[in-house]
């Protein structure tokens, strides 16, 4: 996959990063990415994530109810890129709402970069040569490469799974640039320890891969997270892999599985969950994340501005709150900036060590 870094407007971006940069400056501190979610509906049903859930007709009338609409998204992107230089769509499953495409063509209007991750199973319904006119990348939700383990973690039919790979193969067909992210279960752990994904994540058109342990949910009474002599054989494979081979690219660093595997967690001083902006299906924001779920720590997008929520008091619990051990976005969110710019933004790390180095250094 190559760098689509020319089609992001750097003067934009450097002009944000500077004022980002001015307000750490004095002590205030602002998101740099926006991730939509778009909608409270997903056809898959994944045990890890709330949108998982098995009661698809609820989950349809819950969509329904507290989805924004399409003018309210719009009002959304308004206030959030004037902040964040790049953004990313999730869902629930995005490519569900009958407006996707209106809402990716809009939001590329604003300048703004996009990363898409989806779970690929309704691509086909949509115009992929108009898609990468707008979007940076599709990160394609993929968690095994297998069918059995993939049905499993996903909860979906061998059909389903097909269905997924016919359209991972269009994604190919229309040059639409792609990678994988994988979240590692307790179910799909054999693919990495034996290396099989990394040629079957190769066959399969993406050239880059980014994985996370899953973070076990606290609203839940199981755990899907493999146990800790499964997981160090996780990490050292995938280190193993990184060391010898260079295709597909791992895009997470090495020191993420190095400390898993070191201190079965990973490390940061503190969360960087503030640097991204997570606006829910129905516009509000958790201060500071969606652990801490309650009606006091819950701002409307609609009605606050972004300044006035980042200069929620509830900020302060994200200072000393290590309680993420393996969640990857938070892991890599909580590094210097030109760690946390590699991921989703790729392109960008390099931009910003070249062009502001000051700015690298600053979290
Ligand atoms: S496909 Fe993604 S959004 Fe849908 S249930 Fe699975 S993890 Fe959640
Ligand atoms: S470490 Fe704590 S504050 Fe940060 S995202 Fe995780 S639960 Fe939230």
């Known amino acids: 996959m190559k760098s689509r870094e020319m089609v992001v407007d750097t003067i934009r971006t450097l002009k944000l990063l500077s004022k980002w940069g001015a307000n750490m400056a004095v002590g205030r501190r602002r998101p740099v990415i926006a991730v939509f979610s778009m909608t409270h509906y997903c056809n898959f049903y994944c045990p890890m994530c709330p949108f998982g859930d098995a009661d698809k007709e609820g989950q349809i009338v819950l969509a329904r109810r507290?989805?924004?609409t399409t003018e309210q998204w719009k009002t959304v992107f308004d206030k959030v890129s004037s902040h964040c230089v790049w953004s990313i769509i999730e869902g629930g499953e995005p490519t569900s709402r009958p407006d996707f495409m209106e809402l990716v063509r809009y939001l590329h209007s604003k300048k703004m970069p996009i990363t898409l991750i989806t779970n690929c199973s309704l691509l086909h319904t949509i115009d992929l040569d108009e898609l990468k006119k707008y979007i940076q990348f599709v990160t394609c939700s993929i968690d095994s490469v297998f069918e059995e383990p993939y049905c499993k973690v996903r909860g979906v039919t061998p059909q389903t799974y097909r269905r997924v790979m016919d359209n991972l193969q269009l994604l190919t067909e229309h040059k639409v640039p792609h990678y994988f992210n994988s979240v590692i279960t307790k179910y799909n752990t054999q693919e990495f320890i034996d290396q099989t994904y990394f040629d079957r994540a190769k066959e399969l058109g993406a050239n880059a891969v980014s994985f996370t342990f899953v973070e076990?949910?606290?609203?839940?009474?199981?755990?899907?997270?493999?146990?800790?002599?499964?997981?160090?054989?996780?990490c050292a494979s995938i280190l193993d892999y990184m060391g010898k081979k260079k295709e597909p690219q791992v895009?997470?660093?090495?020191?993420?599985?190095?400390?898993?595997?070191?201190?079965?967690?990973?490390?940061?001083?503190?969360?960087?969950?503030?640097?991204?902006?997570?606006?829910?299906?129905n516009g509000t924001v958790m201060v500071p994340c969606w652990k801490f779920n309650s009606p006091e720590n819950t701002y409307s997008l609609l009605e606050h501005s972004v300044d006035e929520i980042?200069?929620?008091?509830?900020?302060?619990?994200a200072k000393t709150c290590h309680d993420c051990e393996v969640l990857g976005c938070i892991w890599y969110s909580s590094q210097p900036v030109t760690t946390f710019a590699r991921n989703y933004m790729r392109g960008l790390g390099k931009m910003i060590s070249k062009e502001r180095p000051e700015l690298a250094e600053a979290v």
């Open 310 to 317: 980042w200069s929620a008091p509830q900020w302060d619990i």
């Open 216 to 234: 076990d949910r606290s609203d839940v009474d199981y755990s899907l997270l493999p146990d800790r002599e499964t997981m160090n054989k996780v």
């Open 66 to 68: 507290k989805d924004l």
């Open 251 to 281: 895009m997470i660093p090495p020191e993420y599985f190095q400390q898993i595997l070191q201190d079965g967690r990973g490390h940061f001083d503190e969360c960087g969950v503030w640097k991204s902006i997570f606006v829910n299906g």
